[in-house]
T-cell receptor
Framework: SQTIHQWPATLVQPVGSPLSLECTVE??????LYWYRQAAGRGLQLLFY??????ISSEVPQNLSASRPQDRQFILSSKKLLLSDSGFYLC???????????FGQGTRLTVV | KQEVTQIPAALSVPEGENLVLNCSFT??????LQWFRQDPGKGLTSLLL?????REQTSGRLNASLDKSSGRSTLYIAASQPGDSATYLC?????????????FGQGTTLQVKP
């Protein structure tokens, strides 16, 4: 069966510090991968998606970047965090357009 | 630009009631629609996926319908239980895109009182 792992579950980081969030999918190959952010009182916003290794598309201009160094690994990064980067970050995957999207358990990021 | 709206934003019902959550979308050119459940501080759990060619999907006490032409979907929960308390999100996958990205509504927060 397929599973998706995200870590860490919670993170408190000072303004200006770097960030690295990791997402790994097991039990499938060549998935589409996604990073979403859920800010307090707002819906889920798509940040990045990837249809293959090294292929990253950004949905919104921002302080973050994403990378896909391996088929089932998706990393969200920042060189210098801003207060506005605080939020709940969710990784998701689909195998095909006709299939369900599955989400990880999320990372709660608080920038102080 | 596709926009997804969920009404009501919050709902409180006594245990045992049947209830309906509503989702509307502005562009009927969708690939499919998916309903999720989110418990506080947790990720999203997939409930039902309806393809654009389908009218409804059922799973246990849940039934989701889709009227693509009118841009509406409903999630029907039968015989609600306190364990159903959560935020319910609907999301559409745009038909014009091959990226598979989902566009979400703001969610309906449901409280089922014992």
């Amino acid at each position: 069966s397929q599973t998706i792992h995200q870590w860490p579950a919670t993170l408190v980081q000072p303004v200006g510090s770097p960030l690295s969030l990791e997402c790994t999918v097991e039990g499938t190959s060549n998935p589409n991968l996604y990073w979403y952010r859920q800010a307090a009182g707002r819906g889920l916003q798509l940040l990045f998606y990837s249809v293959g290794i090294g292929q990253i598309s950004s949905e919104v201009p921002q302080n973050l970047s994403a990378s896909r160094p391996q088929d089932r690994q998706f990393i969200l990064s920042s060189k210098k965090l801003l207060l506005s980067d605080s939020g709940f970050y969710l990784c998701a995957w689909i195998y095909h357009m006709n299939t369900e999207a599955f989400f990880g358990q999320g990372t709660r990021l608080t920038v102080v | 630009k596709q926009e997804v709206t969920q009404i009501p934003a919050a709902l409180s019902v006594p245990e045992g009631e049947n209830l309906v959550l509503n989702c509307s979308f502005t562009d009927s050119a969708i690939y499919n629609l998916q309903w999720f459940r989110q418990d506080p501080g947790k990720g999203l759990t997939s409930l039902l996926l309806i393809q654009s060619s389908q009218r409804e999907q059922t799973s246990g006490r849940l039934n989701a319908s889709l009227d693509k032409s009118s841009g509406r979907s409903t999630l029907y929960i039968a015989a609600s239980q306190p364990g159903d308390s959560a935020t319910y999100l609907c999301a559409v996958r745009a038909g014009s895109s091959n990226t598979g990205k989902l566009i979400f509504g703001q969610g309906t927060t449901l409280q089922v009182k014992p």
